[in-house]
């Protein structure tokens, strides 16, 4: 059988973005005004005009019967979260190659190990998995709905709150290799004898020490259970405000402003 060598991959530099197909940015809200509180996840295209934000806001206090009060500490999260993401574009970051995949090895530089430990209403889910960083056509949303459909999840919220949190890793590994950038930018002029391209993200999973100069995807048996996935259903009467963080009820992907659902409204 053909394999592939786990050699060292040479990382690439590619203007700052979200490292998958659509350039969505994670935005999660959590507000409490009054002994109300109001929590969302969802994604947000960097590219709308700041006018979306307000009818957004707006509207989702409206269909809430959330007071007016709510709609400025919103704007202002939303609008804050943005102004950060927009701060890294124009900036370099690297990305290690897209996984070359034979039969059953693979180049695995390039991955980074994502953990999924979310409670989606009265659904706990912890999984693990290895994601491709430098494939920039992959879908977090896509995926989450695929491991929800594999694992019979019923709750429509569960996927999009996976996906929320997928997207939250990888922003974050984007955003520290702008960081990493910099720095050797800034190496380079003050010592350019002593730089070097020769490390990634830090991050990113080298499996290459793992492997030796060859690796396989199909993992060993006795780290099978590292890489279940764990389901629990919480019953009603069981289900509190003690305990793990409560990720509810609106995460979805993509929030447009005439899908505005039912969000998270607590009275404390």
Do not use: H
């Not at 490390?199 to 396989?216: E, I, R, T």
């Amino acid at each position: 059988m053909k394999t592939v060598s786990l050699g060292a991959s040479r990382p690439s530099a590619v203007s700052f973005r979200m490292p998958t197909r659509d350039n969505l940015v994670p935005i999660r809200v959590d507000i409490e005004v009054d002994g109300q509180r109001y929590r969302d996840a969802f994604t947000w295209n960097p590219r709308d005009p700041d006018s979306e934000i307000i009818s957004f806001a707006k509207r989702t206090a409206k269909d809430l019967k959330l007071p007016a009060t709510f709609v400025p500490p919103m704007l202002q999260s939303i609008q804050g979260q943005l102004a950060e993401f927009r701060s890294y574009e124009g900036q370099e970051m690297q990305l290690k190659e897209k996984l070359c995949l034979s039969r059953s090895v693979a180049n695995l530089n390039g991955a980074v190990n994502l953990q999924i430990d979310l409670r989606v209403n009265n659904t706990v889910i912890r999984d693990q998995f290895l994601w491709d960083i430098g494939n920039l056509d992959s879908d977090p949303e896509e995926f989450a709905r695929t491991l929800c459909d594999d694992l019979n999840i019923a709750d429509p919220e569960v996927g999009p709150a996976i996906a929320v949190s997928i997207r939250e890793q990888l922003y974050q590994i984007a955003s520290q290799s702008v960081s990493i950038m910099r720095e050797k930018v800034s190496k380079k002029r003050r010592a350019p004898e002593f730089s070097s391209n020769s490390k990634a993200v830090n991050n990113a999973v080298d499996l290459f020490k793992y492997f030796g100069s060859k690796g396989s995807v199909i993992r060993k048996r006795k780290e099978w259970y590292l890489y279940e996935p764990v389901i629990d259903v919480i019953r009603n009467e069981e289900a509190g405000g003690d305990g793990k963080e409560e990720l509810n009820s609106s995460s979805r992907p993509n929030k447009r402003l005439d899908e505005v659902k039912e969000a998270s409204l607590q009275s404390l």
